[in-house]
């Protein structure tokens, strides 16, 4: 069968459309990728060409490798391609790719026909499909989009994982039914690097959203159907959350913690127990009393810390000077002890030459020494030359 004409294909499709039509994929913003099953690639293979073996880089020089999905085939979205024009020309703005045995290589089967790779956080998508699957061998389907209010939210909520998703849980109840688990949230790093994959992939050892602080969301799902109404119902709900926070910062009326629990029995979930702390007043995205606590005694212990550093080395510095004035003082008495020595000595010599009866003097220098025999000679010639004259 041609990959055209797969319901594999149409289904990436309407997805790719679907998110388009929410405002989701701006120019480039957003890929996908979808782990496909063995009937699939059986079905398809035929259409399959073999391109050329290449490293999977989360960027340049940074190589990784993927063992978990070893062997396995992925319809993935173009770097750089709009997602507008997926369902318009599937065959150039998408890929299949296949992954070698060990996970480290990939190479295009199919797509891309008019040249490109596939999306830049394709080792964002194998990380998080690999820990994705290591969870729930059925989980195929890994999505990332830029919607509006969700990354809103992420300029004025903690960034932190319980507040944002206890906030989220309150808009619409759908959602703790949805995503009971919560959503995970990464701070803002630099995409299609390791260190958003490796958090979002931690993230996804237990919950289907991350949210990517100033940038965008990340989802998981079975299948398309799942992943995108998982993405919509969360968007949804931060929609109504940005708009009551634009008519107030308080709540005059929310769901309780307990309403939440009484969705467990009915619904046969069990939604996690720390998104339920007890809050004090009505305002949107305060820290629960547990964080809030941890955090005050995390400043203080910095600032004990900083003022400790400081003391030191203030200490340091009074003992440098301290040692330093303690050389100067030593300088000054061996100053004294040497001026002392001297006037004992010039005292030792008087007293000397005066037992010797000869006069008072300093010591004759080399120069002068030197000088007087001189004088002494030249003297003599002049008696001599004279008596010459007078003979
Ligand atoms: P790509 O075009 O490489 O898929 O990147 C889009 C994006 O949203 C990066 O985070
Ligand atoms: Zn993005």
Known sequence: MKVLDSKLMK?????????FNQGWHERNGGNLSYRMKAEEVEALKDDFKEGEWRVIGWQKGDESAFPGLGGEFFMVSGSGKYFRNIELDPEDNVCIIELNEEGNRYRIVWGLVGGGMPTSELPTHLANLEVLKARDPEMRVVYHCHPGNTIALTFVLPLDSRVFTREIFEMVTECAVVFPEGIGIVPWVICGGREIGELTAEIMKKQDVAVWAHHGAFCCGHDFDLAFGLMHTVEKAAEVLVKVMAISPNKMNTITPDMFRALNEPFGIHINEDFLYEKRGTRIGQLPEDVRKEATEKTVRQLQETAGSVVEQLLGTAG???????????????????????????????????????????????????????????????TETNIEIEG
């Open 11 to 19: 289904s990436y499709a309407r997805m790719a459309m679907d998110g």
């Open 320 to 382: 440098s000077v301290l040692s330093q004035l303690r050389e100067l003082k030593k300088g000054d008495a061996a100053a004294e002890d040497a001026e002392e020595e001297e006037l004992i000595s010039e005292e030792i010599f008087i007293e000397e030459g005066d037992e010797e009866g000869s006069f008072c003097e300093a010591p004759m220098s080399e120069e002068a020494a030197a000088e007087e025999p001189a004088a002494e000679e030249a003297a003599e010639e002049t």
